[in-house]
């Protein structure tokens, strides 16, 4: 019922002058952003490249350049992190004739009907018994340890099992049996743990995908999975993969993080956070933008918390990440196709039946190819709130980047007629970023007011404004609010009852 608005008269959409990106003849341009109104500093001056990357005002930057002809130094990898006790060759020598001879000895199929306790228990005792059968000297806490990794290899995914115990690990990246990297507080950092040899490593992927019915060999060598937490996982193995079996595991968070949050960790500033929050409520709708692991799926559930609790809310997603906490709330998944090449659902499957089912918003995890018709379609059809990821590096690409997949799609539409349809079904773009010292941040919340000529207008209301630097390499920056006092989303939090906070919000922003 509340279509987009043509832009309002308290702010009528303009274009930036000549600097401004021109609508290049079907390429990726056709957007515009609009200057500020008014321009307090220097950085709020109207540039193009400031809907691009967060800015870096040159009176502000700490350090001196170095000279042009300087070499560039690549930084220095990060310290490997020890994860439990190193294992020596040795070690994983008497670990290997132990392991073949536990697996002589018991009977898989029954161990597997055992619960993880008494199974645990069962291996213990085996595995003692080999031990002084074999007399093999170990102290009770190399033994100790050798029980919990035969314990880890045989029910579960060995020497993942201590990175997947721990919830501060954002992603585990094993780049083939020696070189395991783990993500944690927005930095990588390769650890000490390592998997026996690439069989190892491989049969570790196989069970994990076995889980989810599916296979993954050197005829099928790629495969995405989930793990029985919500993780995600991807596989790649050789021939494709040249260093052996690749995994990646997006690792689950129990407790997703919350707006509040965010603003703790500085990725937004309370009053950005505010508006986020009024943006959800009243029902905009919503394109999360940012690069690959910035935060966006994260973004995106605390956007649906602010979904009403009488709203019927459909999602669909790639992976389920989604954590809503709605009581009406349809969740689906994409299924991709069998080893025969059949019965694959796409997004686009998804949220054209999403549209059969009554939904008052659609949520779509990540928006990637052709749906992103549909979901615009949904969008401007009654459907508002409806929210979605999709990666680009800033507003500007993102609206570009939804072009492309129209055009891609197969869609025979002119040019106009696809930016027309863009323009008027999102409302408002959120960039996220995982900046260079990787903290995570909210860098533009910004509208898409119209089209002016051939070109999509847009208009930012809070940038992040990077300052400089410490001497540790972290980013210092602050959010700040582009000066614009009445967005074009009033009318709509008006109806909502929101607008007294949203102009409290938009007053308390630092300008
Ligand atoms: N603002 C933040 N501060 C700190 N950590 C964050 C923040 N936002 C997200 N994270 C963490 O970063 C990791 C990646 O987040 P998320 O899955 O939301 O990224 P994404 O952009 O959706 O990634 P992908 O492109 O792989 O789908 C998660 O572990 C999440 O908990
Ligand atoms: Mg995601």
Known sequence: MFGKRPTGPQNPPRQFGGSAPRPAQGGSGGVATKPRTPAPSPASSPKPAAAEAPVIPASRTPKPKPAASAPIKAKPAAQVASIGTERSAEYYAVKTTIFNALIDTIDLGQLARLDNETA????????????????????????????????????????????????????????????????????????????????????????????????????????????????????????????????????????????????????????????????????????????????????????????????????????????????????????????????????????????????????????????????????NTGHDGSMGTLHANSPREALSRIESMITMGGYNLPTKTIREMISGSIDVIVQAARLRDGSRKITHITEVLGMEGDVIITQDLFLYEITGEDENGDIAGRHVSTGIARPNFWERARYFGLDAQLAAALDASEA
């Open 120 to 379: 645990r228990d069962e291996i213990r005792d085996i595995v003692t018994e080999i031990i002084s059968i074999k007399n093999v000297a170990m102290s009770i806490a190399e033994q100790e340890q050798l029980l919990q990794d035969i314990c880890n290899d045989v029910l579960g995914y060995g020497p993942l099992e201590p990175l997947l115990e721990r919830d501060d690990i954002a992603d585990i990246m094993v780049n083939g049996a020696g070189d395991v990297f783990i993500e944690v507080k927005g930095k990588v950092q390769k650890t000490n743990i390592r998997f026996r040899d690439n069989g190892q490593l491989m049969n570790i992927c196989q069970r994990i995908v076995s889980q989810v019915g599916r296979r993954v060999d050197e005829s099928s060598p790629i495969c995405d999975a989930r793990l029985a937490d919500g993780s995600r996982v991807n596989v790649i193995a050789p021939p494709l993969a040249l260093d052996g079996p690749t995994l990646t595991i997006r690792k689950f968070k129990k407790d997703k993080l919350k707006l509040q949050n965010l603003v703790e960790f500085g990725s937004i500033s309370p009053e950005g956070a505010r508006i986020l929050e009024i943006i959800g409520a009243c029902r905009a709708n919503v394109l999360i933008s940012g690069g690959t692991g910035s935060g966006k799926t994260t973004l995106l559930n605390c956007l649906t918390g602010f979904i009403g609790e009488d709203e019927r809310v459909i999602t669909c997603e790639d992976a389920a990440e989604l954590q809503l906490q709605q009581p009406h709330v349809v969740r689906l998944e994409t299924r991709p196709p069998n080893l025969e090449g059949q019965g694959q659902v796409t997004m686009r499957d998804l949220v054209k039946n999403c549209l059969r089912m009554r939904p008052e918003r659609i949520i779509v995890g990540e928006v990637r190819g052709s749906e992103a018709f549909d979901l615009l379609q949904a969008m």
